[in-house]
């Protein structure tokens, strides 16, 4: 039939008809390779913001009109309320890197006519993880510790007020209004409570960032020179019955920490926020008890009582022939335990990892028994 010819001129051929030579490249484009650098997105735990609330609608300047009603009257709705800034608590965040430096409500509409008023300006929402502090010129103004608690940053400006407003016996066609008000701006510093469960404590190239790579998914930079990490990354320790260990790869410390040398204090603040401490000693250096006494004195001159937390002392490159000599050397010169592992190699990292969650549960029972609900994640 004609319409059946017509159909199969309209189909698409099942094999290409074309010459091979001729025909245009259409593979689909590969996407941009993507260093690791790049994709790796590090924790952040304190963020500088600007608020500022949605500006109030002006007011309505109108007078009604109808047929046969010459003098109708002024008929000027107010204008909307802006919107607030609130930050609320949600258990789902854990970091404040999706946090962005400048938030703004929504403005209000401008009154109408027939006294119709403007709309108020949406709230505009910035979600902000449990145990977030906002502090404002150094003092804290709202401690965010439940799970949809919500705080108002910034509020919006008021709406204007319409020429009905002003209708009065003396004034009985009133022709101004009001703009509306501009909405509340601050500049507020926010903080987390708590960055992690433990905290890997120790001299830059002590292989802290292999630690992370070797009992997490956390994918930190590596690399075989000095301060390679500038920013805190957090891992997440997975264990059978399901609980979840947060684990910090704080940046290193240097001698002269506390005195804001080096990476400063701005990193010491990411250790008063662990729970527990992992000190990471380099065991193939001289002498690796110094390292630990080291670090106790800067983060004693830091914060008293710091160095007193929890903790337990982690020999990373066991693997070398000189390590497991200062090993034996370590165990006789300090009183905590030791636990010597290989972050290249993954050798005893199950020692670790069963010591870990006994610091986990002692710091779960503990705030149980305070009365105190513990940090999950």
């Given amino acids: 039939s004609p319409w059946k010819a017509v159909l199969l001129l309209l189909s698409p051929p099942a094999f290409s008809t074309g010459?091979?030579?001729?025909?245009?490249?259409?593979?689909?484009?590969q996407k941009r390779a993507i260093s690791e650098r790049q994709l790796t997105r590090y924790f952040v735990d304190?963020?500088?913001?600007r608020v500022v609330g949605g500006q109030g609608g002006d007011g309505g300047h109108s007078f009604h009109s109808e047929p046969r009603k010459v003098f109708g009257g002024p008929d000027g709705g107010n204008g909307g309320d802006g919107g607030h800034v609130i930050f609320k608590a949600d258990q789902q965040m854990k970091s404040l890197s999706s946090v962005?430096?400048?938030?703004?409500?929504?403005?209000?509409?401008?009154?109408?006519?027939?006294?119709?008023y403007g709309a108020n300006g949406a709230h505009m929402y910035v979600k902000v993880p449990v145990g977030t502090l906002v502090k404002?010129?150094?003092?804290?103004?709202?401690?965010?510790?439940?799970?949809?608690?919500?705080?108002?940053?910034?509020?919006g400006g008021a709406g204007g007020r319409g020429n009905r407003f002003f209708l009065s016996n003396e004034n009985r066609a009133p022709k101004?209004?009001?703009p509306g008000e501009p909405g509340q701006e601050r500049v507020l510093h926010l903080e987390l409570k708590t960055t992690a469960h433990a905290g890997l404590v120790g001299f830059p190239n002590a292989g802290k960032s292999s630690l992370?790579?070797?009992?997490?998914?956390?994918?930190?930079?590596?690399?075989?020179?000095?301060?390679?990490?500038?920013?805190p990354h957090v891992g997440i320790v997975h264990y059978q019955d399901y609980e979840q260990v947060a684990v910090a790869d704080i940046p290193g410390l240097i001698q002269g920490a506390h005195?804001?040398?080096?990476?400063?204090?701005?990193?010491?603040?990411?250790?008063?926020?662990?729970?527990?401490?992992?000190?990471?000693?380099?065991?193939?250096?001289?002498?690796?008890?110094?390292?630990?006494?080291?670090?106790?004195?800067?983060?004693?001159?830091?914060?008293?009582?710091?160095?007193?937390?929890?903790?337990?002392v982690v020999g990373n490159k066991v693997d070398l022939a000189q390590s497991r000599i200062n090993l034996a050397l370590l165990r006789e010169q300090v009183a905590e335990r030791v636990i010597a592992v290989s972050a290249?190699?993954?050798?005893?990292?199950?020692?670790?990892?069963?010591?870990?969650?006994?610091?986990?549960?002692?710091?779960?029972?503990?705030?149980?028994?305070?009365?105190?609900?513990?940090?999950?994640?």
């Avoid at 010459?19 to 484009?29: E, P, S, T, V």
């Avoid at 929504?106 to 027939?114: L, M, Q, Y």
């Avoid at 401690?143 to 509020?155: K, M, V």
């Avoid at 002498?287 to 630990?292: I, R, V």
Wanted: hydrophobic share 35%; net charge positive.
């Fill in 46 to 49: 304190q963020r500088k913001v």
């Fill in 19 to 29: 010459c091979a030579r001729c025909a245009k490249d259409r593979r689909l484009r």
């Fill in 212 to 231: 992370l790579r070797a009992i997490s998914r956390a994918k930190p930079a590596v690399a075989a020179y000095p301060f390679t990490t500038l920013n």
């Fill in 176 to 178: 101004f209004f009001t």
């Fill in 136 to 155: 404002e010129d150094g003092e804290v103004v709202a401690d965010l510790t439940q799970h949809g608690e919500e705080y108002i940053a910034a509020h």
């Fill in 100 to 116: 962005f430096r400048f938030y703004q409500g929504f403005h209000g509409e401008r009154g109408g006519s027939k006294n119709c």
């Fill in 344 to 377: 290249l190699t993954g050798d005893n990292l199950e020692e670790l990892l069963l010591h870990l969650r006994e610091l986990y549960d002692t710091f779960v029972k503990t705030e149980q028994s305070q009365g105190q609900s513990p940090v999950k994640w």
């Fill in 259 to 312: 005195q804001n040398r080096g990476l400063g204090m701005a990193f010491l603040k990411h250790i008063e926020r662990c729970r527990f401490l992992l000190y990471v000693l380099d065991l193939s250096v001289p002498q690796p008890w110094s390292q630990l006494q080291d670090l106790k004195y800067e983060l004693e001159a830091y914060e008293k009582g710091l160095s007193e937390r929890p903790c337990v």
